[in-house]
């Protein structure tokens, strides 16, 4: 889905939610990540962000979706 400018790695219309995976690159591009988010949250969506990292315990990162779906 594209939003204006920005094509998260997921979306997910009915909740409103983009996922974003973070690998290394977004190390550098904190102050661009975080106008992206900011600009996503006066549009009502919310953006939930996961470091490659996380993906090696994927019940955990499944967890933190769920819970942003209950919100």
Known sequence: MNIFFYVPDFFCYK??????????????????????????????????RIKNEELENIDNVLLKIKNEFRE
């Not at 909740?15 to 290394?24: Q, S």
């Not at 102050?31 to 988010?37: F, I, S």
Request: aromatic fraction near 2%; charge should be negative; glycine fraction near 6%.
């Open 15 to 48: 909740e409103n939610l983009a996922i974003e995976l973070d690998g290394k690159i977004h190390l550098y591009r904190k102050a661009e990540d975080n106008r992206r988010d900011e600009i996503l949250k006066e549009l009502g969506i919310k953006v939930l």
